[in-house]
């Protein structure tokens, strides 16, 4: 099975309105988590990690996470969305003998 | 803009051949991991090294091969080159192992095999 899901090939949501990317996990243990965020023809881009505390995660550009460990997912979350956000976003979880895996990506549409 | 280069940025190749992907990493980080990006797909991890040694790796074949040098830049050797190898590579460079740092992407480089 995947380490890391990412059910949504695409998210839309209008500008201004809050935004969820979902994410779900399966490694044992406690799991590192992140997203990562790619915009057309740049590079990937660290937005947050959980590692271990505090189960809400804030990072770059207002986004945020919350680490769930009953329901294994890693949600990112936006109160506000810009049309900037507009991207290629990916979780990824560290599995054992130190690998990343990604999830397949979610395509994040804010509409104006 | 990080500070993590890649060269080339494209490069075309013939199956069979083989082909040397280079990394610079962002001053100060002694960590570099290597991915392969295939066309609308995530990120597939290959390697991980830290300070010259091999420190994780992911599900590919012994052909993929790396280096990293005392100034932690780091090479991706690819040999015995396959169709299915087309792909955009992609370094990240961090100040440590073991993906509890942020890691720091360079822009990649597009392989095609022919």
């Known amino acids: 099975a995947q380490s890391v899901a990412q059910p949504e090939d695409q998210v839309n949501v209008a500008e201004g309105n809050p935004l969820t990317v979902k994410c779900t996990y399966s490694?044992?243990?406690?799991?590192?988590l992140f997203w990562y965020v790619q915009y057309p023809n740049r590079g990937l881009q660290f937005l947050l990690k959980?590692?271990?505390?505090?189960?809400l995660v804030k990072g770059s550009y207002g986004f945020e996470a919350e680490f769930n460990k009953s329901q294994t997912s890693f949600h990112l979350k936006k109160p506000s969305a810009l049309v900037s956000d507009s991207a290629l976003y990916f979780c990824a979880v560290r599995e054992g003998g130190n690998k990343l895996v990604f999830g397949a990506g979610t395509i994040l549409r804010v509409k104006s | 803009e990080t500070g993590v280069t890649q060269s080339p940025t494209h490069l075309i190749k013939t199956r069979g051949q083989q082909v040397t992907l280079r990394c610079s990493s962002q001053s100060g980080h002694n960590t570099v991991s290597w991915y392969q990006q295939a066309l609308g797909q995530g990120p597939q991890f290959i390697f991980q090294y830290y300070r010259e040694e091999e420190n994780g790796r992911g599900n590919f074949p012994p052909r993929f091969s790396g280096l990293q040098f005392p100034n932690y830049s780091s090479e991706l050797n690819v040999n015995a080159l396959e169709l299915d190898d087309s792909a955009l590579y992609l370094c990240?460079?961090?100040?440590?192992?073991?993906?509890?740092?942020?890691?720091?992407f360079g822009p990649g480089t597009r392989l095609t095999v022919t």
């Open positions: 490694v044992s243990g406690n799991p590192y």
């Open positions: 959980y590692i271990t505390g505090d189960n």
């Open positions: 990240a460079s961090s100040l440590g192992q073991g993906f509890i740092y942020e890691q720091y």
